[in-house]
């Protein structure tokens, strides 16, 4: 028996995604770099509990505008940490070059 979960995928990255990219203007040495901008979704990605779904609407149909709310403010904070996390370690290492 052989299953197909290609259609599995964590809700949280293309949220994740669409905010370092919304984000990305307010720090323009890390913006220049797509590397740089990967990082920061990874580092903001693992700080979020991640919610695997197979379907938008199901995941948003079960939520309570609360959670929906409690959501959006965990993923701003983790980007947000995310994009001061890796400027600090891009310093750090122009630094030490």
């Known amino acids: 028996m052989s299953a197909d979960f290609s259609s599995l995928y964590n809700h949280h990255e293309r949220e994740v995604f669409a905010a370092v990219m919304a984000a990305a203007k307010d720090y323009p040495e890390i913006a220049t770099s797509n590397d740089l901008l990967c990082d920061v979704a990874c580092v903001a990605l693992n700080r979020l ?6 379907h938008e609407v199901d995941f948003s149909f079960y939520l309570t505008e609360h959670e929906r709310h409690e959501i959006d403010n965990a993923i701003a904070e983790a980007v947000g940490y995310a994009f001061n996390f890796v400027e ?10």
């Open 88 to 97: 600090a370690r891009t310093a750090l290492r122009a630094r030490s070059n």
């Open 49 to 54: 509990q991640p919610r695997y779904i197979r």
